[in-house]
């Protein structure tokens, strides 16, 4: 059983900097690639990050480009987002996402991937 746990999130003003961590657990973490998420209210979940087995490939979405950044610690069973520059429009529940694949950056819809954290929330007040 494949479990994911998010930390990290909270509420911060535009401009401000968060972390978010993922930490994994229940198989060889570094045979997946992975993903971060989010969804606000009232809208679909959209795609926002990815990262290759290795941690040397990544994608994001446009709109954080720049500002956000994945990373992961495969000795920790962990993946990373770096969160600058924050904005109001960034305000959503944000997920760990996991892709039994080692080679993910192709892959941006929520129906790719297998398993998914509970989430944690980001406000960002304006």
């Known amino acids: 059983q494949v479990q994911l746990e998010e930390s990290g999130g909270g509420l911060v003003q535009a401009g401000d900097s968060l972390r978010l961590s993922c930490l994994a657990s229940?198989?060889?973490?570094?045979?997946?690639?992975m993903g971060w998420f989010r969804q606000a209210p009232g809208k679909e979940r959209e795609f926002v990050a990815s990262i290759n087995w290795r941690g040397i490939n990544t994608n994001y979405r446009d709109s954080v480009k720049g500002r956000f950044t994945i990373s992961r610690d495969n000795a920790k069973n962990a993946v990373y987002l770096q969160m600058n520059s924050l904005k109001p429009e960034d305000t959503a529940v944000y997920y760990c996402?996991?892709?039994?694949?080692?080679?993910?950056?192709?892959?941006?819809?929520?129906?790719?991937?297998?398993?998914w954290g509970q989430g944690t929330q980001v406000t960002v007040s304006s």
């Open positions: 229940g198989d060889t973490f570094s045979n997946w690639g």
């Open positions: 996402a996991a892709k039994r694949l080692k080679t993910v950056l192709t892959f941006s819809g929520p129906n790719d991937y297998d398993y």
